[in-house]
């Protein structure tokens, strides 16, 4: 089981959606949960972080995080053309960051 | 956020020459930073973890005398591809992580490298 599961996608929603990305984690103790956006020969950028059980927003971005569940995602709404992009799932433990292998988001317009 | 530069953006060598990249922290202190390498259309592949002031520890796989890490300050260190072969292009990333901030970590740019 790989530490940090994405499905790759390609994910593909209309402009103006809701896009939804979802991601697994295997080990229980981990601390924070991280979401970074890669555009296409880019380095990731990060878009937001979360420690707690709940749902963190900031703009039109929402973090979703359940630890019972191991399952963390991110909501992006009202999505645009420009959010299409790779979508990274990082998890922190003990000074220790793993990545999922990230999820393709395409915006059509 | 935080300002992680890289240095070189691009380099093209030719095989057997050594390429030295730079990552620094620009308005943050970072006593641990990370290199990454990543091919076309595969995800990011941590090669090593670069601790200030002591040995990196590397990935499984990862040839530490091939990929040379020094971390000499909290603001900078450096990954050198000694021999570079074609099959080390690829596009190398760094990463510094902010421990006053939530350890949020921070990528440069990344470099692209091609060996001829």
């Known amino acids: 089981q790989k530490e940090v599961e994405q499905n790759s996608g390609p994910l593909s929603v209309p402009e103006g959606a809701i896009a939804s990305l979802n991601c697994t984690y295997s080990?229980?103790?981990?601390?924070?949960f991280f979401w970074y956006r890669q555009y296409s020969g880019k380095s990731p950028e990060l878009i937001m972080f979360?420690?707690?059980?709940g749902d963190k927003e900031d703009g039109r971005f929402t973090a979703q995080l359940n630890k019972a569940s191991q399952y963390v995602s991110l909501l992006i709404r009202d999505s645009q053309p420009s959010d299409s992009a790779t979508y990274l799932c990082?998890?922190?433990?003990?000074?220790?960051?793993?990545f999922g292998a990230g999820t393709r988001l395409t915006v059509k317009p | 956020g935080a300002v992680v530069s890289q240095h070189p953006s691009r380099v093209i060598c030719k095989s057997g020459t050594s390429v030295k990249i730079e990552c620094r922290s620009l308005d943050f202190q970072a006593t641990t930073m990370f290199w990454y390498r990543q091919f076309p259309k595969q995800s990011l592949m941590l090669m090593a973890t670069?601790?200030?002031?002591?040995?990196?520890?590397?990935e499984q796989g990862v040839e530490k005398d091939k990929f040379l890490i020094n971390h000499a300050s909290l603001t900078l260190s450096t990954l050198t591809v000694t021999s570079a072969h074609p099959e080390d292009s690829s596009f190398y990333i760094c990463?510094?992580?902010?421990?006053?901030?939530?350890?949020?970590?921070?990528f440069g740019p990344g470099t692209r490298l091609t060996v001829l």
């Open positions: 979360i420690y707690s059980n």
């Open positions: 670069s601790n200030e002031g002591s040995k990196a520890t590397y």
């Open positions: 990082a998890v922190w433990k003990n000074n220790d960051m793993r």
């Open positions: 990463s510094a992580r902010d421990s006053g901030n939530y350890n949020e970590q921070f």
């Open positions: 080990d229980r103790g981990s601390q924070s």
